[in-house]
């Protein structure tokens, strides 16, 4: 069935660390793809997407790229802050149910 | 910037007592969505409203009833709280349906019910 599938956590880093959250997915038709942030005590914000193979989505640093061969979503960061301390959820949108299917989220924690 | 506001932030109820956790956005957005977030289980979509006046369910509806009178405004309501409601709950707008995956959230609703 459809989902998505994002590493456990949680992910300890040092500050200056490279920072890799893996995601893959299935789905029934050619999704979108998302990854979304939420810091301690808030909701969840979108923080970048890729509607297509190949696109890549990148803010604050972050980037990810469309990989259909792999079905694969990546999340990467060259350099975390102890600010990047989050829970990161990748989704897509092409569910058999027309609804975002939603990863189970990976906390990553930055030490100064 | 209000963006989407979530009330009450917490809440403890004992079971069988019934509450209103209220959402309210100001974008003017026609889609909006109430999930909860358990540990281990990530987002559930609870209901869902594509305009006012119109709701259906989500994946997890039990338990929970709502209504969209207004654009801006989407109720959740506890009619008898059970201890498996005890999770965070997250309002959710955007202006392009679910499917755009570009959602709003508001800041959280954490229930205990004890």
């Known amino acids: 069935g459809d989902s998505v599938t994002q590493m456990e956590g949680p992910v300890t880093l040092s500050e200056e660390a490279f920072l890799t959250i893996n995601c893959t997915y299935t789905?029934?038709?050619?999704?979108?793809l998302f990854w979304y942030v939420q810091y301690p005590g808030e909701g969840l914000q979108l923080l970048l997407k890729a509607t297509k193979a190949d696109d890549k989505g990148s803010n604050k640093g972050f980037e990810a790229t469309y990989r259909k061969e792999t079905t694969s979503f990546h999340l990467e960061k060259g350099s975390v802050q102890v600010s990047d301390s989050a829970v990161y959820f990748c989704a897509h949108n092409a569910g058999n149910n027309r609804k975002l299917i939603w990863g189970l989220g990976t906390s990553l924690a930055v030490n100064p | 910037n209000a963006g989407v506001t979530q009330t009450p932030k917490f809440q403890v109820l004992k079971t069988g007592q019934s509450m209103t956790l209220q959402c309210a956005q100001d974008m003017n957005h026609e889609y909006m969505s109430w999930y909860r977030q358990d540990p281990g289980m990530g987002l559930r979509l609870i209901h869902y409203?594509?305009?006012?006046?119109?709701?259906d369910q989500g994946e997890v509806p039990n338990g929970y009833n709502v209504s969209r009178s207004t654009t801006e405004d989407f109720p959740l309501r506890l009619l008898s709280a059970a201890p498996s409601q005890t999770s965070v709950y997250f309002c959710?707008?955007?202006?392009?349906?679910?499917?755009?995956?570009?959602?709003?959230f508001g800041e959280g609703s954490r229930l205990t019910v004890l």
């Open positions: 789905a029934t038709g050619y999704p979108s």
């Open positions: 409203s594509v305009g006012a006046g119109i709701t």
């Open positions: 959710a707008s955007t202006s392009g349906g679910e499917l755009s995956g570009e959602l709003f």
